[in-house]
């Protein structure tokens, strides 16, 4: 029985009742959400996700069961909730809240929309589709014991994007292909190398030895120089793919075994630069591996369980073939045009991760990884925790119902700890921040600057890896702001196809050049600002002004100008783009953040990455000890009368 009839006020009774609700997701938060909703007495309710049910859902998204298996989240969310109320209308869509077909006008039905998201691509989307509808949105995340409740709305609060977040740590390609010095290293290249050999192949995750290492030297490079260069071909080079060489091969799981920890490792120890400071590679044969008894890398613990205890290298060399030969069948049963997608959570995919890390970590003088640990790196997963789905999904019901009363002024950003904060409390409320006046996504009129090299950056790379990878847009149109009009991107299709490999330097693109960027789908509009330079830091493409990235990178060297001069007298500075301010004080500089304000929005399923999980530990330090915590809190949380 639905709890409206005997505990909301007749006038909010009668609100729950009318409003229609769109719920963005149904996954570990969207299922308690759900249920939530159609026990308070809400009539109404749209639910979206493009997810199907996977067995390892089962353990925390409670209205699925193992029948369910595989078939649409929605569907069976929809289902399984009204058992609750039957008196509810649920219309449930298997399908990317992304799409086209969801524009401003499909947005503008909503009294509001709740988000039970596990990607921030989808975040930033339905963020921006809010701003554009001008609909409430209660966004929300968790991330193991941790989770966090906050209220949107146009020109009120602080938008999804306000403040800048840590991007997904990357690698330098180099360090990928040629010289790993971590478990991580490898888990990479193992992911890569899946791509490589049965999914969609991306260049820039070749895993073979990089040639192009400024560092190489020897005959490798010798042999590459000495090659007859072919006028065809880009750069003069004829490279066969790994896909094409390993269907060649009839995935002979010997030959490629070979190939990668045989073959290739001895051409990287042809680069005798490489190796002057480094521990050289040991170069692995399939036959010597196979006939072995060597278990030494191994934990022969026979007490753990499967995953959790670490292979030998020849128990891997044989995970290694079997993976390979059932990848090679699914691979088959897909079709010759079609290709497999790597999931943590399909048996074969993560044996073959996990083998071809542990093969190449032993390669390389690394620690060994059980499957266990390298589903949890290879993931980039923490823990799911049921209880903390179950209390965040409570409190977006609580600010909803706030929404509805017309009291969004007392609506809150709401943090769940891990420990109780110094009022003995695990719920902390916070009051709602103002929009930020310099945010690229809710301010009058978005503008960021963006440092890059125009000679190396492609058109093709501004779109998918600036504009689509790092600013969410979906169908992003570009024109230079040359007083010609010239259209650099169209999200028509085919209509500028021809300038997707040209350099932006090509089109006339110059220090101090104004891109003007719109995406009609998000009615996003945004002035980009190149400032050239030469060359980033850690092989980085390009850095935005403003970001997590750049404000660390600030800091690191106002820090480093500090050492070397003495106590800085400094005064706190607006960094690049008004996302936060660094303080210098007696020689140390730090962001300046609230203790809980700028914790990652995450969801329990979600791609957490290594940045993120250092800033919530840093945060977590900051709320449970120490005076600064307390003085943020008690100017911050609103006490509980």
Known sequence: MALESTVLPRDLQNKVNSCRLLVVGAGGIGCELLKNLVLTGFKSIDLIDLDTIDVSNLNRQFLFRKEHVGKSKAQVAKESALRFNRNVNITARHDTIMSPDYGTDYFKQFTMVLNALDNRAARNHVNRMCLAADVPLVESGTAGYLGQVTVIKKGLTECYE?????????????????????????????????????????????????????????EAGEQALQSEAKDDIAGGIERKSTRVWAMDTAYNAEKIFNKLFRDDIKYLLSMANLWKKRRPPNAVDYNEVKVSGDTNDGNSDSTLLHDQRVWSLKENLQVFEDSVDRLKSQLKQQGDDDSLVWDKDDQHSMDFVTAAANIRAHVFGIALKSRFEVKSMAGNIIPAIATTNAVIAGLIVVEALKILRGEI????????????????????????????????????KPEVSVK??????????????????????????????????????????????????????????????????????????????????????????????????????????????????????????????????????????????????????????????????????????????????????????????
């Open 162 to 218: 306000c403040q800048p977040k840590p991007r997904q740590k990357t690698f330098p390609g180099c360090t990928i292909r040629n010289t790993p010095s971590e478990p991580i290293h490898c888990i990479v290249w193992a992911k890569h190398l899946f791509n490589q050999l049965f999914g969609e192949a991306d260049p820039d995750e070749d895993v073979s030895p990089d040639t192009e290492d400024p560092e190489l030297a020897g």
């Open 409 to 444: 002024e007392s609506c809150n950003t709401v943090y769940l700890n891990k420990q109780p904060n110094y009022k003995k409390r695990l719920i902390v409320p916070c009051m709602l921040e103002k929009p930020n006046p310099k945010c690229y996504v809710c301010s009058t």
């Open 452 to 641: 890059l090299n125009t000679e190396h950056i492609t058109v093709k790379t501004l779109e998918e890896k600036i504009l689509k990878g790092y600013f969410g847009m979906v169908a992003p149109d570009v024109e230079v702001d040359d007083g010609l009009g010239t259209i650099l991107i169209s999200s028509e299709e085919g209509e500028t196809d021809e300038n997707a490999e040209g350099f932006l330097s090509d089109f006339g693109i110059k220090n101090g050049s104004r891109l003007k960027c719109d995406d009609f789908l998000q009615h996003y509009e945004l002035v980009l600002t190149v400032e050239l330079v030469e060359k980033l830091e850690d092989d980085v493409e390009f850095l935005v002004l403003g970001s997590v990235e750049d404000i660390m990178a600030q800091q690191t060297a106002t820090k480093d100008n500090d050492n070397g001069a003495g106590t800085s007298s400094s005064a706190d500075t607006e960094t690049a783009g008004g996302y936060g301010t660094t303080s210098a004080t007696n020689g140390n500089t730090k962001l300046s953040q609230d203790s809980t304000s700028d914790l990652e929005i995450i969801d329990d399923d979600e791609e957490e990455n290594e940045v993120t999980r250092d800033r919530v530990a840093k945060k977590r330090k900051l709320q449970t000890s120490g005076d600064e915590s307390v003085n943020i809190l008690k100017k911050k949380a609103k006490t509980d009368q």
